[in-house]
């Protein structure tokens, strides 16, 4: 019961966490975005050189928008875990970590996808503190069941 309690309430504080991030990232971009190519289009017969520049730097712009909303989709569920799996997408993580990462997965077929969202959070989340918080030359994630459990250890 206390644990559901405990998922409702991340549920939620993640659900904000993204409206805000929608809110304040990519919305934001978006929305200076169409301002800027609207000043453009206004530009195009007057000063092309101007609009010329003002559509490169949109162009920027919009990469960084898209990376965005990729990072966020990421964030909401990755696509390698639904695809390949746990394995893949603690890999997938692994790599971006600060520190060498040895990641080792010894399960015969796929948990629940509720499951491999909730350790594949976990491992993400746990990776981050790890690159900022503990001065580590290394870490390992190991995977594994222990019955009808999934165990996850982050060391």
Known sequence: ESDRGVVVDTAAADLR???????????????????????????LTDDPEAAARMVDEAHGEIKVALQELRDLARGI????????G????????????????KV???LRGRPAEAIEGI???????LLQNISK???ATRATVDVWRAGDRLM????
Do not use: N, W
Not at 17 to 27: S, T, V
Not at 86 to 101: F, K, N
């Open 17 to 43: 966490r993204i409206e805000r991030d929608l809110h304040d990232g990519a919305q934001a971009r978006l929305v200076a975005l169409a301002m800027g190519l609207g000043l453009a289009k206004e530009k």
């Open 77 to 84: 569920h990755p696509a390698v875990l639904t695809d390949r």
């Open 86 to 101: 746990l394995d893949a997408a603690l890999s997938a993580i692994a790599s971006r970590c600060t520190v060498p990462v």
């Open 104 to 106: 080792s997965v010894g």
């Open 119 to 125: 350790a594949y959070f976990t491992a993400s989340e």
């Open 133 to 135: 918080h503990a001065r």
């Open 152 to 155: 996850l250890q982050v060391t």
